[in-house]
């Protein structure tokens, strides 16, 4: 039983979130150039990258890429709205992180009370990628704090004593 949250419990909370918003069409996961956009893809589209992991004294930082994107026209006539609408996108996920109440019942079992913290300022900015259609994309680097008590008694490893 997971007591904290854990690698699993953050993910699967992003690909929910990308999943519940009323503007986003397609959650996916993984290194963003193994992304097959050739695909029938629905946009838009929110893409989690992980990036690394920081053990704290008590807690552990997980960090994430997060990509908000949508098709533009080939004469970028859109490509203003484009960037407002996903530049707002973000702006949902990163509020729902730093204010959002909904994590704290998020991928929670019974009696677990921890919960998903963010903290300081997050930059969010844009680019434009050519793949076989034009993307306008904002990205972020969401950095999410779980609380780790780093119990080695659960560690599935002979313990300290039993070592010679």
């Known amino acids: 039983m997971t007591y904290f949250k854990d690698y699993n419990n953050t993910v699967d909370t992003l690909k929910q979130l ?12 993984g290194d963003l150039w193994t992304l097959d956009l050739e695909k029938e893809t629905m946009f838009p589209l ?16 997980l960090n994430f890429q997060i990509f908000v994107m949508d098709i533009v026209f080939p004469d ?10 996903c530049l707002q996108i973000c702006n949902d996920l ?4 730093k204010n959002g109440e909904s994590l704290l019942l998020s991928n929670q079992a019974l ?3 921890p919960k998903y ?15 076989s259609n034009a993307l306008t994309v904002w990205v972020f680097t969401l950095h999410v704090i779980i609380e780790n008590e ?3 008694c659960i560690a599935p490893q002979l313990t300290t004593d039993a070592i010679h």
């Open 18 to 29: 990308g999943a519940n918003h009323f503007q986003i069409k397609t959650t996916t996961t």
């Open 46 to 61: 929110m893409h989690i990258n992980p990036v690394s992991a920081v053990a704290g004294t008590h807690q552990m930082t």
């Open 76 to 85: 970028l006539s859109n490509e203003q709205e484009v960037l407002s609408d």
């Open 94 to 97: 990163i509020g729902t992180f």
């Open 111 to 113: 009696n677990d009370l």
């Open 117 to 131: 913290f963010t903290e300081g300022d997050i930059t969010v900015e844009p680019f434009t990628e050519r793949f």
């Open 150 to 152: 780093y119990n080695t």
